[in-house]
């Protein structure tokens, strides 16, 4: 049986269903279907070779302060003359509104959509995504429409997903693969490893601080997000394999992969943990805690730490900019940069079928047809059928994000949802 296709009017019945208590007026019925119809025969156009992206926020300028700030708030620049809501206007206008930093402003006038303006937001709400310590602004409560690629809609309240229409398909689900149990799992000897050797260091100090998982990991989780982000918004794809860290210092962890380019075992491709550890011990050195966490590390304003934090930013900058070339970048678990170029192996076995997971562990999923992926996804099953100890987090040229790994003795996959 064919699955029917879903369309605006059933993403603007799901978003009145699922609408929040404390998120602002909605438009009524008839002119939030105008409103997500405009936006989805927008999001079919492009403007001089250029796909048509932006956010559109629904709301009232006397609503946002006219004194706001970008990335605190939001800066308010309303125009001389309101224009008609059109998907002419909104393709012509996205240019200028990068989806990053800017919105589209429109209003209800007399049972009319108007546009009135720009909302200046900085991109400050992009550190879910990006990875960071910076809290996220909430500046409104009124709804937001993004629109990402043809006929990709999603509506948000303060950051919330409400419902979003991809591939004709209706959906409110939000999976961020970092917030999962079976990921940090993979990594966690490594932790245990860090967590030892710091207690060592420490053990000479006279009042000894404790680091606990969620600063371990979470530091490189964020250095993993903004290198996928880097990735995604360079366009051309790419694709990260993580193995287990060889300790005998053979290659038994790169079987099955050929290496076109590798780094000297010396200090600089291992500098992902020099920085955790200078990061662990700035930390252990400004309190008289017996431990720290993630929390302590996100108020800590001092500008020694911002810029171990930079350091740690620009190794994202570095293994973004190695996905550029074909092949893989490859990583240990120590986030230590193997090599760049690599390919997997032909000689390999595939897996007869892989498993969509349609939850964050993995307890729903459905099997799939690996004939229907282009060849960087095969790749990523075939290695993941053959480490199954490993991570392949692959990034489609449309910014798609996957990651693949083993999962219940199966190759799984979980489609992790991106912001822009």
Request: with cysteine.
């Amino acid at each position: 049986m064919t699955r029917a296709h879903a369309y605006p009017p059933d993403l603007a019945r799901h978003v009145i269903e699922h609408w929040p208590a404390e998120g602002g007026v909605l438009p009524a019925w008839p002119l939030l279907c105008e409103v997500l119809s405009v936006a989805f025969q927008a999001s079919l156009t492009s403007e001089e070779a250029r796909p048509t992206r932006f956010r559109l926020l629904l709301t009232s300028p006397e609503r946002l302060p006219e004194n706001g700030s970008p990335n605190e708030g939001v800066l308010r620049l309303q125009f001389e003359r309101e224009r008609p809501l059109s998907a002419d206007e909104l393709r012509r206008l996205s240019p200028a509104t990068p989806f990053e930093v800017a919105l589209i402003a429109a209003h209800v006038v007399e049972g009319q959509l108007r546009i009135w303006g720009i909302a200046h937001s900085g991109p400050a709400w992009l550190n879910p995504t990006w990875g960071g310590r910076s809290p996220v602004p909430n500046w409104s409560y009124d709804p937001i429409i993004h629109v990402t690629g043809p006929g990709q809609l999603a509506v948000r309240c303060a950051g919330q997903l409400i419902g979003a229409l991809e591939r004709g398909a209706l959906g409110d689900g939000f999976l961020d693969v970092f917030g999962s149990e079976w990921l940090p799992a993979l990594f966690a000897v490594e932790r245990q490893r860090v967590q030892h050797q710091h207690a060592q260091l420490q053990s000479l100090s006279a009042s000894p601080t404790q680091v606990d998982n969620s600063l371990v990991g979470s530091v490189g989780q964020h250095m993993l997000r903004r290198a996928i982000q880097i990735i995604r918004n360079a366009r051309h794809g790419g694709m990260i394999l993580v193995v287990d860290a060889a300790e005998d210092g053979s290659d038994a962890a790169l079987a099955g992969l050929r290496l076109k380019y590798r780094f000297s075992d010396n200090e600089p491709p291992h500098r992902y943990r020099t920085l955790l550890f200078q990061i662990l011990d700035r930390l252990a050195a400004r309190t008289t805690k017996t431990s720290v966490g993630w929390t302590d590390f996100a108020l800590d304003d001092s500008l020694e730490l911002e810029k171990l934090e930079r350091a740690v930013f620009e190794l994202s900058r570095i293994i973004g900019g190695l996905a550029g070339i074909d092949g893989a970048v490859v990583l240990d678990k120590r986030l230590s940069l193997i090599g760049f170029g690599a390919e997997v192996s032909s000689d390999l076995p595939s897996p007869e079928q892989v498993f969509r997971a349609q939850d964050l562990e993995g307890q729903r999923s459905s099997p799939e047809s690996i004939e229907n992926v282009g060849t960087r996804h095969r790749a990523a099953y075939r290695f993941a059928q053959h480490h199954p100890e490993g991570l392949a987090i692959v990034v489609s040229h449309d910014g798609g994000v996957s990651f693949v790994a083993q999962h219940a003795g199966e190759v799984s996959y979980w489609e992790q949802s991106v912001s822009p």
